[in-house]
């Protein structure tokens, strides 16, 4: 007879969160910030792109919010210039960072899209 392992709901999220892909994450933010109200970009091919560049730029005019992401995953590498980017926008007061699965997981994503719910 299988054992049955017993997790906890802050383990299964883990799991949860090092299993998903770049790009499954991508899909679920954008149909996210879409229903929050959101213009979303994201460059389709980067190969010709400036290196670095956040794979995100997020917009609501309603709410004035103006956020730029790179996505990640659980294990996933900040490459230099990508670090040079967030930081750069971060220096000219504006709203960069990086998400990864766990911050879409545990709500985070959803209260930067909403802060005042």
Same mark, same amino acid.
């Given at each position: 007879?299988?054992?049955?392992?017993?997790?906890?709901?802050?383990?299964?999220?883990?799991?949860?969160?090092?299993?998903?892909?770049?790009? +499954?994450?991508?899909?679920?933010?954008?149909?996210?910030? %879409?229903?929050?109200?959101?213009?979303?970009?994201?460059?389709?091919?980067?190969?010709?792109?400036?290196?670095?560049?956040?794979?995100?730029?997020?917009? +609501?005019?309603?709410?004035?919010?103006?956020?730029?992401?790179?996505? %990640?995953?659980?294990?996933?590498?900040?490459?230099?210039?990508? %670090?040079?980017?967030?930081?750069?926008?971060?220096?000219?007061?504006?709203?960069?960072?990086?998400?990864?699965?766990?911050?879409?997981?545990?709500?985070?994503?959803?209260?930067?899209?909403?802060?005042?719910?």
């Amino acid at each position: 007879m299988p054992t049955i392992r017993t997790i906890s709901t802050g383990q299964y999220q883990q799991e949860q969160a090092r299993a998903m892909t770049e790009a +499954n994450l991508q899909t679920r933010i954008l149909r996210l910030a %879409k229903t929050c109200g959101y213009l979303t970009y994201h460059t389709h091919d980067s190969r010709r792109s400036q290196p670095g560049w956040p794979d995100l730029v997020l917009a +609501n005019k309603k709410t004035g919010i103006l956020l730029f992401r790179e996505l %990640k995953t659980e294990r996933g590498r900040v490459r230099p210039e990508q %670090k040079e980017w967030i930081e750069t926008l971060t220096a000219l007061g504006q709203d960069a960072a990086i998400w990864r699965p766990s911050d879409l997981l545990s709500g985070a994503v959803f209260k930067q899209l909403q802060p005042d719910t």
